[in-house]
């Protein structure tokens, strides 16, 4: 299943990884750490376009990216494939299988990246002795759940242009929690992949792009994009872009 660039798993560290912020509850102890630390394995490398889980894979551990980013996708009705989600360095993916402990999406890298791998069963069984970490988990899935349902309501509610406006407002936020630039963004993902995400066909991605560019609200450059106006693009969501 897993494509990686050698087999031996390396240890690390939560307390010394930049993501700790974001992977892990704010206020755990120097003692309690550790205790995490023991759970968690870094796997090696997953080149672009390799699969972290496919579907109906034994489901088993949720993962924590380290570096680099990766698509989630499904097959659809028509059985074709529909991304789910981009997830990048510092969030945790893995959860579609702890209902039925079967993965059922695909995970794909979308360029060369790293994860911690953190087996459900034990992390399940340490949160339950520390609360902090308990209520961590449980924001989590209400994340996923949060996002799942502002999905829904941009594929089923807005034009085109306001899906690609709040799809590049949430990528420049994710940025900006990161440190980076929230205005200057690389695509990792394709057009075609951005518009398998929100529901639209290649030539109207490319069309919306197009668009807010001469707005005067964003220029991109095969996947260098600059957001010229935030708040352009959030005035734009509910009304058309002429």
Known sequence: MHKQTHGNPLK?????CH???LCLPAHLTDAEIPRLDALITRKG???HGSALYRNGDKSQALYAIRTGGFKTQILNEEGHEQATGFQMAGEIIGMDG???DVHICDALALEDSEVCEIPFDDLEELSRELPLLQRHLHRILSREIVRNQNTMLL?????????LAAFLLNLSQRFSVRGYSPTSIQLRMTRQE???????KLETVSRALS?????????????SLEILSLAGLRACIGKRIR
């Open 12 to 16: 690390t560290t939560c307390s010394t």
């Open 19 to 21: 993501l700790r912020k």
């Open 45 to 47: 490398v997953y080149r």
């Open 98 to 100: 702890i209902d039925s």
């Open 155 to 163: 594929l089923g509610s807005m034009r085109a242009e306001e899906r």
């Open 194 to 200: 951005i518009g398998s995400y929100l529901g639209l």
């Open 211 to 223: 668009h807010l560019q001469e707005a005067k609200l964003i220029t991109v450059c095969n996947r």
